[in-house]
């Protein structure tokens, strides 16, 4: 047994002990020192849990178990314990997560000088950090709403940093009162589930999982929750504010919290109800909520000026791309035929595009965030001719921006072009609207570009600077990754996102992996 | 926030202290009887909030600086991830002491009995971890309420701002 049987519990608690013992770091330079530290090693960590799975299949861990992998004591035919439960789909999400998350952290360490309570920025963004791990490492209902929680308190203290803001306050609390609206309907039907089943492990209630009255109700709460969480359209009215008032640094970090509560989503829909579910109502509940995020999230972006709005729109729409995609492959779940013929291809396009997601979209928010920081404002008409001033700035904007209006070389072509195959042998108008919403991003990415970085240069921006050397090294973490996922997509697919897919398509072995096979 | 009348004033300086003993003792027995770390903490912060309200936030600020209750909820709660590392050796958060003798390491007899206060192991650290941290969690937000008051009802003269 290697120390590695662990990494679900490390990934948590090293992220809630950076939070706690940052709060009483008195120097600065410590602290900061303290973040970069706590930063890295959780993100090794998820490394080391996404190598883990990858190579010996799906971890399970028990909290305060005698062993880490008992699950079942003699006796008992239902596992009452904290259980962790990481298959290759959950580590990936971390790992793509805890990667958007370094280079956030990096990004934001410049920011701390510039406010006097900064130890408690460090101890909600660690708080932050491990409730959006623990989400993507539990298997367990209650827990996944007790991290849900966690991390929806600590957005709400990050998203209102600037509190002399009145917008800002504004949008935390929108976000505040939304978010626990959800969270206690999520509530709800955990408890619908925990009442039919008298369990809360994932795995032990799929395995008996009949659905009837009770469960589609149950499923009903879970999908409109987490949809809010992660902002899909008609949920969607806290994220642009949201987004858009809290530090960029926090904002790139939000990108990939959002996508946790989608994995939530995909986890429910697949591993939880999956087969037992017949018919094909919830893939297409997901399919239109994934073309009504992507529609109007990019018409919505197109006329914004404010840069950081416009970006949250963007998201709203990415997210889209993911629902159709994931939605496509539930569409084909119960068939093998249309598995093979567009299933996992979308699947496959939709768990690229969460990674693809996390990273171009984090690297737009930080370098929103450094032309705020070098210029005081994000507002596209009072910007202009800023390439020649910040020359890493525009450099990473304009990669991002490449990547998620899928420009053929970067890696936001390969997944899109992977869902819009594989919705076109669904529908054409799924693959149309698709495309519609890929050339609108673009000519929205276009005119930040124009009026932000190009053009003569303003005299009251005579100026600017480029931004410090950390932000520099937050943004050139995105980059680089985003120019390796571009570079090596055949690799990415076979190590990254096709094991992630194999396994939120296997209910069987999730079960397994906890109830064993023999009751 | 004035100070209350000198009856209110005398009367809280008796019995406000049998609130906290209460509360320690609530925290100590969590593993023993109903309640446990939270709701010993919250029984301790009542406490504090008699002090804040019979005497008033400007004497009770001269005796004790908030600070220290930031310092009880950090403490606490790395006592609490610190208890959970020390049982990695066999799982995160496993009970390390149980039966073991020492430290709340005793065995409880089997049969009814009053309860031994010297068992369970881990699980009284943990109580004691989560009382010290709701102790000072529930204070300060007692705190900043009251700072937030004076602010409002000063015309926002002092209080938030220089409460950094």
Partial sequence: MSWQVHLPALVVSVPLLGA????????????????????????????????????????????????????????????????????????????????????????????LDRVNDGNKFVALFFLLFAGMLGLEVTGDFFNFFVFLEIASVASFGLIAFWRDRPEAIEASFKYAVLSTFVALIFLIGVGILYGVYGTLNMAAIAKNMQVGFLEKLALVLFIVSLAMKSGAVPLHMWEPDAYGQAPAGVSC?????????????????????????????????????????????????????????????????QTGYMLMGIGLGLLALSSSQAMSEYGFTAMKGGIFHIINNAMYKGLLFLTAGSLFYATGTTNLNKLGGLARKMPYTTFMFAVAAAAIAGLPPFNGFVSKLLIYESSFVVHPFLAVVAMVTSILTLASFVKVFQSGFLGPSRDDLNNVREVPLSMVVGMMVLCVMIISLSMMPNWVLANLIEPAARDLVNQASYIQAVMGSGL | MRPLSIVVRTICNIFAWFVAIFGAYVILHGHLTPGGGFQGGAIVATFIALLLVAHGGKSFLGWVKKEIFSSFEGAGLVAFVCVGFLGLSTTFLYNFLALKGGLFGSAVPIGPNAGVLNSSGTIALANIAVGLEVVGGLSAILIFMFLGMRYVSEGGKEGVKDDK
């Avoid at chain 1, 992998?69 to 035919?77: A, D, E, R, V």
């Avoid at chain 1, 109502?281 to 994934?290: D, F, R």
Wanted: charged letters at 10%; a positive charge.
């Fill in chain 1, 20 to 111: 706690f013992i940052s709060i009483a770091m008195v120097k600065p330079r410590l602290r900061n020192l303290w973040f970069a530290t706590i930063l890295v090693a959780t993100t090794i960590l998820a490394f080391l849990m996404w190598r883990y799975v990858a190579i010996n299949g799906t971890l399970v861990y028990v909290m305060g178990g005698e062993r880490w992998n008992l699950t079942l004591p003699s006796g008992m035919t239902l596992p009452i314990r904290i259980i962790m439960e990481v298959d290759a789909f959950g580590a990936f999400m971390a790992l793509a997560g805890s990667i958007a998350t370094l280079a956030s952290g990096l990004f934001s360490v410049r920011f």
């Fill in chain 1, 253 to 317: 970090f939000l990108v990939v919290v959002g996508q946790a509560s989608l994995y939530g989503m995909f986890r429910i829909a697949f591993s939880v109800y999956g087969q037992a579910f017949e018919g094909s109502v919830l893939a297409w509940v997901i399919i239109v909520l994934g073309l009504l995020s992507m529609f109007i999230g990019v018409i919505m972006a197109v006329i914004q000026k404010e840069a950081k709005r416009l970006m949250a729109y963007h998201c709203i729409s």
